[in-house]
């Protein structure tokens, strides 16, 4: 079964570079993302992990663990995270999951057959501080993620998991946003003491909140 917006992710337990660890307590109150790699020693994935690696700093902001997978075993890991460091500069500075039996995979539907029988595609899982699934990705094999993508999409989890807005289409940290439509005008002037404007009754626009 798939999983969807709003599931509990899974649990497992798992050997990692950084040794075994159980999933939500890896994870405790954090937020977190688990992303899939289809294969060791591959140009795409190398350039990916090299690329999180280099975000740390924002991730860390952000109360958010990452954790990487791939379906080959620990020792395989090891040696490619050299690798990336001669290619990319950077050090991978998260767990990677060695996943030789595919368990994982399978447990969160990281392998899609028609795609390929043994590779994962490119999964991404943003998991809350209470252990539910915020947002899904996938990619196919041949397309690289956009991580500033992901820290976007956090930055919006994170604000309209505390304000009754909304984030638009582009919208970027310190951007307006858009009040929900569950608050009324009345209720929209206490909430959101730096006004707002109505380009329609069911769209007002109000400053970030949390700025
Ligand atoms: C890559 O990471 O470059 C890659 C992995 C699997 C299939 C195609 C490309």
């Keep these: 079964m798939s999983i969807r917006l709003g599931d509990e992710a899974p649990d497992f337990k798992a050997d990692t570079t950084q040794g075994p660890l159980d999933f939500h307590d890896w994870k405790g109150k954090s937020w977190a993302i688990l992303f899939s ?3 060791d020693f591959t140009p795409v994935c190398t350039t990916e992990l090299g690329a999180v690696a280099a975000l740390k700093g924002e991730f860390d902001k952000r109360n958010t663990k990452v954790i990487g997978l791939s379906v080959d075993p620990i020792d395989s ?3 490619w995270e050299g690798d990336i460091k001669d290619v990319t500069g950077q050090q991978v500075n998260f767990p990677m999951i060695a996943d030789p039996d595919r368990k994982i995979a399978d447990l969160y539907g990281m392998i899609h057959p028609n795609a390929s029988d043994t590779m994962t595609v490119r999964s991404v899982f943003v998991v809350g501080p209470d252990n539910k699934v915020k947002l899904t990705l996938t990619y196919p094999a041949s397309t690289g993620r956009n991580f500033d993508e992901v820290l976007r ?3 919006s989890l994170q604000l309209t998991a505390g304000y009754s807005v909304a984030t638009p289409a582009d919208w970027k940290d310190g951007d307006d946003v858009i009040i929900v439509n569950s608050v009324n005008d009345e209720d929209a002037k206490k909430k959101f003491p730096k006004g707002f404007t109505a380009k329609k009754p069911y ?3 109000t400053p970030q909140p949390n700025k």
Excluded: A, E
Aim: charged share 35%; hydrophobic share 40%; aromatic share 0%.
């Design 37 to 39: 790699h289809p294969k």
């Design 153 to 155: 999409v956090i930055d």
């Design 77 to 79: 890991h090891v040696k």
């Design 203 to 205: 769209l007002r626009v």
